[in-house]
């Protein structure tokens, strides 16, 4: 790897991680169009070099939201508990069944776009009272988790794209689902990595991560999630919300005019 891609690698984990640390998000659902575009990262190895960002960003958001004593609690562990095997066994799913990218942005886009849509019109024009969504029972949560996990296992995103605006639309806070969010996203990403190297000892074509510029992109947001998380408490909840809902609209949108091209 040239040193000016590890250079524009570390700036892209930066700049993302900062951004969509506050409310839970890794970002690692936007740099995977970087490291495909941009970066030329062959699959399937694009989506373990992706999990390979998140378990070394991990920690810089994690550190600021556990001195801030945000870090654990229930939700957390639910979270988890859905997650890591969702991850092995989505895994198992990219290695041996190779789903296309064309149907993964398909379902991001139809998932991400009205999702984020509904959550800036809740913020804007609140329900009322009796109309609002009741919080989602634990074994509804831990279900939402698994199927976040395995999704996270195939295409290497972080899980707080998907979980964030559903937690948060459901009546959960963004300071406690953000936190939980990006615990489970680096507990995830260290199994799933750690799946896809054992896979690759088994497995035909490029399904090892591309270590360096992992670690590339990891070390910018390792910075930018710590800047991003201290960031947070500066912040209402409204202007959490919106920024929540802005992403995910965002990421549907991206990946919407990827289908269309």
Known sequence: MEWSMG?????????ISVVTAPVGVSGAVFLLPVQVSVLGVPSPAVTPTNLLYNVV????????????????????????AGTVPGVIVGAGIRVFAVPGPRVFRLLIAVLLLPLGLWLWLRTVRPAPPRAREKLLSPRATTSLALAVGVAGGIYGIGGGSL????????????????PAALASTFVTSIVGAATYALLSLAAAGEVAPDWLLGLSCGAGGLLGGYLGAHLQPHLPEKT??????TLATGIGALYAAQILR
């Open 7 to 15: 250079l524009l690698g570390f700036a892209a984990g930066l700049l």
């Open 57 to 80: 960003a991990g920690p810089g958001a994690l550190l600021r939201y556990w001195r801030a004593g945000q870090l654990g609690g229930p939700l957390t562990r639910l979270l988890i």
């Open 163 to 178: 979980l964030g605006p559903i937690l948060v639309g459901r009546g959960i806070p963004v300071a406690t689902v953000a």
């Open 240 to 245: 959490l919300r919106l920024l929540l809902g």
